[in-house]
Nanobody, 120 residues
Framework: QVQLVESGGGLVQAGGSLRLSCAASGFSFSINFMGWYRQAPGKQRELVARITTGGSTNYADSVKGRFTISRDNAKNTVFLQMNSLKPEDTAVYYC??????????????WGQGTQVTVSS
């Protein structure tokens, strides 16, 4: 059974930083691309960062230069370092495995996510 458990969210002032973690189990973590998604109130869920099995990364334009995705295959964990946070980054953040083709197709059911709130 696939489990995705996100943590590390919280309330932070604009310009601050947070580091999100996602512990994955129930599938072959190391052979899957992984991604961080977010969903703001009233908006669709969007992929903001993706990391390949080889460690290559891609980012949505809205977070490029501020967010960094990384992975630890030994611990089946993917991270998202978020710096220079803006109020528009406020959302629930989720991780998932990502289909290799295309950009943002998630492979498994969603976890509970972690809330990030950035105050101005």
């Amino acid at each position: 059974q696939v489990q995705l458990v996100e943590s590390g969210g919280g309330l932070v002032q604009a310009g601050g930083s947070l580091r999100l973690s996602c512990a994955a189990s129930g599938f072959s973590f190391s052979i899957n691309f992984m991604g961080w998604y977010r969903q703001a109130p009233g908006k669709q869920r969007e992929l903001v960062a993706r990391i390949t099995t080889g460690g290559s990364t891609n980012y949505a334009d809205s977070v490029k230069g501020r967010f960094t995705i990384s992975r630890d295959n030994a611990k089946n964990t993917v991270f998202l370092q978020m710096n220079s946070l803006k109020p528009e980054d406020t959302a629930v953040y989720y991780c998932n495995a990502v289909r290799r083709t295309g950009w943002d197709v998630a492979l498994f059911n969603w976890g509970q996510g972690t809330q990030v709130t950035v105050s101005s």
